[in-house]
T-cell receptor, first 114, second 110 residues
Framework: DGGITQSPKYLFRKEGQNVTLSCEQN?????MYWYRQDPGQGLRLIYY???????QKGDIAEGYSVSREKKESFPLTVTSAQKNPTAFYLC?????????????FGEGSRLTVL | DAKTTQPTSMDCAEGRAANLPCNHS???????VYWYRQIHSQGPQYIIH???NNETNEMASLIITEDRKSSTLILPHATLRDTAVYYC???????????FGSGTRLSIRP
C-alpha cells in the first residue's frame, strides 16, 4: 500500500550527537515536509521541499539539515547545534493535482536527547 | 499562505454536534480550506476540504461563509473517539510553505 514511512519510531541519543530521521514515501508526491511538535503544542514547519534537489527553510530550521536527492526520500538531520532537540517529528508529503492538496503524514519519530 | 485562527479549546457532549470555527480572513479566491485532526501521538489525519461550497463526507461537514473569511467544521454526532486536536489550514495554490498553527483541542464529555 502507498504511504509514508518514518523511522525510527523512537530514538534516544546523547547530547551533542547528530541524528538522522528517515522519511520515505511511495506515493509519487513531489512535495515533502518536516514538522516538529512539542508536548501540548501545534506543528511547526522545519523544512520543506517541492522538488528533487531543492528545499526551503521553514519557521524553525536552525539546527536542522535536510537533503532531497530522490523523490521518495527526505531525511532530516538533527545536528548538535539544535539547542532543544527532544520532540516529536512528523514527515508529510503532498501532490498538487487540480483541487487536491491533501497532506499525507507518517507515524512520526519521537527523539529523546539524554 | 493565508493565516488561520482557531480557539484553543472546546468541549462538547457526546452525541451532540461539535462545531469548530476557523477564521481565515486573508484567504485568496483560489485557496482551499483543509481540516485535519490529530489524535494523541499520531500523525494528523485528513478530514475534509472545500473552496466555497459546503462539503460533506462520512466524517464531517464543512460550512464556508459566503465571503470565505471563515469556516466551521461540524462533527454531527460527536463520540469519545473524536477527542483530538483539530487543525484548519489554508495551504495556498501550490505545494509551498504549509503552516499548521496550534489548532483546537476538542474534548468530548460523556
Amino acid at each position: 500500500d502507498g504511504g509514508i514511512t518514518q523511522s525510527p519510531k523512537y530514538l534516544f541519543r546523547k547530547e551533542g550527537q547528530n541524528v538522522t530521521l528517515s522519511c520515505e514515501q511511495n506515493l509519487n508526491h513531489d512535495a515533502m515536509y518536516w514538522y516538529r511538535q512539542d508536548p501540548g503544542q501545534g506543528l511547526r514547519l522545519i523544512y520543506y521541499s517541492q522538488i528533487v534537489n531543492d528545499f526551503q527553510k521553514g519557521d524553525i530550521a536552525e539546527g536542522y539539515s535536510v537533503s532531497r536527492e530522490k523523490k521518495e526520500s527526505f531525511p532530516l538531520t538533527v545536528t548538535s547545534a539544535q539547542k532543544n532537540p527532544t520532540a516529536f517529528y512528523l514527515c508529510a508529503s503532498m501532490t498538487w493535482l487540480a483541487d487536491t492538496g491533501e497532506l499525507f503524514f507518517g507515524e512520526g519519530s519521537r527523539l529523546t536527547v539524554l | 499562505d493565508a493565516k488561520t485562527t482557531q480557539p484553543t479549546s472546546m468541549d462538547c457532549a457526546e452525541g451532540r454536534a461539535a462545531n469548530l470555527p476557523c477564521n481565515h480572513s486573508t484567504i485568496s479566491g483560489n485557496e482551499y480550506v483543509y481540516w485535519y485532526r490529530q489524535i494523541h501521538s499520531q500523525g494528523p489525519q485528513y478530514i475534509i476540504h472545500g473552496l466555497k461550497n459546503n462539503e460533506t463526507n462520512e466524517m464531517a461537514s464543512l460550512i464556508i461563509t459566503e465571503d470565505r473569511k471563515s469556516s466551521t467544521l461540524i462533527l454531527p454526532h460527536a463520540t469519545l473517539r473524536d477527542t483530538a486536536v483539530y487543525y484548519c489550514i489554508v495551504p495556498g495554490s501550490s505545494a509551498s510553505k504549509i503552516i499548521f498553527g496550534s489548532g483546537t483541542r476538542l474534548s468530548i464529555r460523556p
